[in-house]
C-alpha cells in the first residue's frame, strides 16, 4: 500500500519505489509534495545579525572583556553555514548568541532576528548539538534514540514507526554497526567519541528542526566520517529547507566544499562573511594567496592565527607579514563597500522575506507518555549504573552486619536505653549522609536534563515525578534489607509493624535527602564541590537534631530558631525514638534508685525530651512533606532561572 505523501508527518522520509541504501547515503535530496507543502504551513527560517557585541564582566573590577565585536551575517533555508576560526576566536559565543543560549554574567548587544522579528523558537522548530557530549552512559545507541523519539515525537505516530524512524536516522549517521552497543562513560567503555557526537546529531536530528545549530559537529571524527556527515546533513538542509548553521574548527577540503556560506572569525573580528567558494578570491585579493593544492581552510586559519606570532604568513605584497598584520588587513578589506554592503543588503532583504512569519508549535507526546517514557528510562539507568545505589547498597549491608554484630541483642537493661538511642542515630544519620555517593551519577542525568530540557523535549515536572517514581524501588531496596539486618540483629522493638515503620523512616529520610541533593546539583553542577555542599549541608542539619545536643540545650537564636525545627532528623530520630520505646519498660538506674522501673514514656519525656503532642505517624507526614517542599524548590529553581536569564539578557542588551 502506497501513503499518500500528503499524510506523512514531517520527519518522514519521501517513500520511494526502491529501497535506499543503509548507511550516510541513504537520503533522497529532492524535496518530497509534502515536504514542499510542510514548509508552506511551517516556514523556513531566515537568521540575521547586526552588530552583534558580546562582553564578559571583568574579574576584580577591571573592565570588561570583549568576545565579539561588531560581527553582522545571515543564514537562510537550504544552505550550510560555516563559522571558523582559530581557537579562542568567538565560534561558540556566536553560535550561542544565536541560540540565545549565553550563560550568565555576560553581555550581549546587537540585533537577532528571525524572518525579520525576535521570536523565541518554539518547540521542534530549532536544535542545537552542544560541544560537550551529554548522553546516558548505560544506554545503548538505539535505546538512546528510541527513547528521545518517544519523547520528542507526536502522540499520533504509532510506537512502530518511531522505532522505525529512530532506526533510519541511526542508519543515516552510520552507527548500524553500534546500534546495540551501549554508550558508555566514567566507569564503562563504549562507543567511539565520534561516534557519540554522531549520536547526538541523531537525537536532535529526529523531528527535522527548520534551523540546526552544531558546535563542532566533525570533532573527534576522521576525515571520511567527517565528510559524511557532514554531506548528510548538507543533503537535509537542501531536500527540508532547514537552515543549519556549524562551528567548524578545521574541516577538511572536502567538506569545506559543501559550506554555502562562511563566517571567518579572528579574536572576535570578522574577517571574512559571505559565499565560501569566494573566500580564497578574496585572500587573493587583498595579498594572502592560497598555495595550489593545499586545503583552503588551512590556510585562512594559518593566516589569521596570532598564537603563534613569531612565525610570519607569505604575502603576495610584502615577503613577511605577523598573522596580526593579516588580520588588520583581512578585516579593513572585508569592510570596504564592496563586501560589506553585500552580508548589509541581504540582511535587508532577507528581512522582508516571509512577511515576519512566526512559528508554530511541533506536536509532542503528552505529559502522561513523557512521564512514562523518562520513568523507564531512568529505571533502567539506575539499574545498570553500579554507582547509583547498588554499590550503596554493597556498604549499607556491610554497615549493617556491623551494627548488627557490634549491638548484638541490646537487651532491656537500662544502659540499652543509650545503645537503642545511637543505633537510631547512627543508622538514620548514616543511610542520609551516603546518599552523596550517588551524586556524580545523578549530575549526569542533570546535565542530561538541561541539555534535553533546552531542546523543549520534556519540562522539568516530568523530570522531577519521573525521578521520584523511579528511584523509589531502589531506596526501598536498600531500606529493607539493610535495616532488616541490623534491625533483628539488635534486638530493637518486636512486632511487624515497628519495623515497617522503621524502614518507612529510612526509606522517606533518604528520599528527602536525594530532594536536598537536587537543588545543589541543580546549583552547583560539579560533583566534587556538590559533594563538598551537601556534606556540610547534612552536617548543619544532623548537628541539630536533638541527639547530640538536646533541645533544651541548645542555643534559640539560629541554631532552635530556626534549625532545630527546619531539620529532617529531628522528626525522624524522635519519630523512630516513639516507635521504640513507647510500650516497654527499663529497670531505673540502680546506683541512683534500686527496685523501681521506668517507662518508655518517661524515657521519650524526661531524658529525650520528645514532643508528645502528636503521634510517629506524623513525623511520617512531615518528613513526607519537606521532601515534596524540597523537590518543588528544585523545580522552582529551573524554572526561576529559565524566566530570569532571557530577562537579565534583554536587560543587557538595553
Not at 173 to 193: E, F, H, N, Q
Not at 449 to 460: A, D, I
Not at 483 to 498: Q, R
Amino acid at each position: 500500500m502506497v501513503i499518500p505523501p500528503s499524510t506523512l508527518p514531517r520527519w518522514a522520509p519521501t517513500p520511494s519505489p526502491s529501497p535506499a541504501p543503509a548507511g550516510f547515503d541513504s537520503v533522497v535530496v529532492e524535496p518530497s509534495p509534502a515536504v514542499r507543502a510542510a514548509m508552506e504551513d511551517d516556514p523556513g527560517v531566515f537568521l540575521t545579525w547586526e552588530d552583534v557585541c558580546v562582553t564578559v564582566a571583568g574579574s576584580y573590577g577591571r573592565e570588561p572583556v570583549s568576545i565579539l565585536s561588531g560581527i553582522s551575517g545571515h543564514a537562510g533555508p537550504g544552505e550550510v553555514l560555516a563559522i571558523m576560526g582559530p581557537s579562542g576566536c568567538g565560534k561558540t559565543t556566536l553560535l550561542d548568541a544565536l541560540a540565545g543560549r549565553l550563560g550568565p554574567g555576560i553581555n550581549e548587544a546587537g540585533e537577532i532576528l528571525i524572518n525579520g522579528r525576535r521570536e523565541k523558537l518554539a518547540f521542534g522548530t530549532s536544535a542545537y548539538v552542544t560541544q560537550e557530549i551529554m548522553l546516558m552512559s548505560t544506554l545503548s545507541v538505539r535505546e538512546a534514540v528510541y527513547y528521545s523519539a518517544q519523547l520528542q515525537l507526536p502522540e499520533t505516530v504509532p510506537a512502530a514507526k518511531k522505532r522505525a524512524h529512530a532506526e533510519r536516522v541511526i542508519r543515516e549517521m552510520g552507527l548500524s554497526d553500534a546500534m546495540d552497543t551501549r554508550i558508555g562513560g566514567r566507569i564503562t567503555k563504549g562507543i567511539s567519541g565520534g561516534q557519540r557526537k554522531r549520536l547526538t546529531i541523531c537525537i536532535e536530528m529526529l523531528t527535522r528542526p527548520r534551523l540546526l545549530f552544531l558546535d563542532e559537529p566533525t570533532s573527534g571524527l576522521d576525515s571520511a566520517a567527517s565528510y559524511h556527515v557532514m554531506s548528510h546533513i548538507a543533503r537535509i538542509a537542501a531536500r527540508e529547507g532547514m537552515t543549519v548553521v556549524a562551528a567548524v574548527h578545521q574541516p577538511s577540503s572536502d567538506v569545506f566544499e559543501l559550506f554555502h556560506s562562511l563566517c571567518l572569525l579572528a579574536y572576535g573580528r570578522t574577517v571574512f562573511f559571505g559565499e565560501a567558494a569566494h573566500a580564497t578570491e578574496f585572500f587573493t585579493q587583498t595579498g594572502f594567496p592560497c598555495p595550489n593544492l593545499r586545503n583552503p581552510s588551512d590556510h585562512f586559519l594559518r593566516t589569521i592565527n596570532k598564537d603563534f606570532d613569531e612565525k610570519f604568513v607569505k604575502s603576495s605584497k610584502a615577503t613577511r607579514k605577523t598573522a596580526a598584520e593579516a588580520i588588520d588587513i583581512l578585516t579593513q578589506a572585508y569592510q570596504s563597500p564592496a563586501y560589506s554592503e553585500k552580508t548589509v543588503s541581504k540582511i535587508a532583504e532577507m528581512k522582508q522575506i516571509n512577511g515576519g512569519a512566526s512559528f508554530r508549535r511541533r506536536e509532542q507526546a503528552s505529559f502522561s507518555t513523557k512521564l512514562l517514557v523518562l520513568t523507564r528510562r531512568s529505571f533502567m539507568n539506575m539499574h545498570r549504573d553500579i554507582g547509583y545505589y547498588w554499590m550503596r547498597l554493597g556498604v549499607y549491608v556491610g554497615i549493617g552486619l556491623c551494627l548488627g554484630t557490634i549491638f548484638y541483642q541490646v537487651g532491656n537493661s537500662y544502659s540499652s536505653i543509650q545503645t537503642r538511642c545511637s543505633i537510631i542515630m547512627y543508622t538514620t544519620a548514616l543511610l542520609t549522609f551516603m546518599a552523596i555517593g550517588g551524586f556524580p551519577s545523578f549530575v549526569e542525568d542533570i546535565k542530561v536534563f538541561k541539555r534535553e530540557r533546552m531542546s523543549g523535549h520534556y519540562g522539568v515536572a516530568e523530570f522531577v515525578i519521573s525521578n521520584t517514581l523511579s528511584a523509589t524501588p531502589y531506596l526501598a531496596l536498600i531500606a529493607v534489607i539493610p535495616g532488616a539486618m541490623l534491625y533483628y540483629l539488635t534486638g530493637l522493638t518486636k512486632g511487624t509493624d515497628h519495623f515497617a515503620y522503621f524502614v518507612i523512616t529510612l526509606c522517606m529520610c533518604t528520599l528527602l535527602v536525594e530532594s536536598i541533593m537536587m537543588i545543589i546539583a541543580a546549583l552547583v553542577p560539579d560533583f566534587l564541590m556538590g559533594i563538598i555542599v551537601g556534606a556540610g549541608v547534612q552536617g548543619v542539619l544532623m548537628l541539630n537534631g536533638g541527639f547530640f545536643r538536646l533541645p533544651h540545650e541548645l542555643p534559640k537564636p539560629v541554631w532552635k530558631y530556626p534549625f532545630y525545627y527546619i531539620s529532617f532528623h529531628k522528626y525522624a530520630v524522635q519519630g523512630l525514638y516513639k516507635n521504640e520505646f513507647m510500650g516497654l519498660t527499663f529497670p531505673s538506674d540502680q546506683l541512683v534508685q534500686a527496685n523501681t522501673t521506668i517507662s518508655g514514656i518517661q524515657v521519650l519525656q524526661e531524658k529525650l525530651e520528645v514532643e508528645m503532642g502528636y503521634s510517629k505517624w506524623v513525623d511520617i507526614l512531615i518528613l513526607f512533606g519537606m521532601m515534596v517542599i524540597y523537590r518543588m524548590i528544585f523545580f522552582a529553581v529551573v524554572k526561576i532561572g529559565e524566566e530570569v536569564r532571557p530577562k537579565m539578557r534583554k536587560m543587557r542588551r538595553k
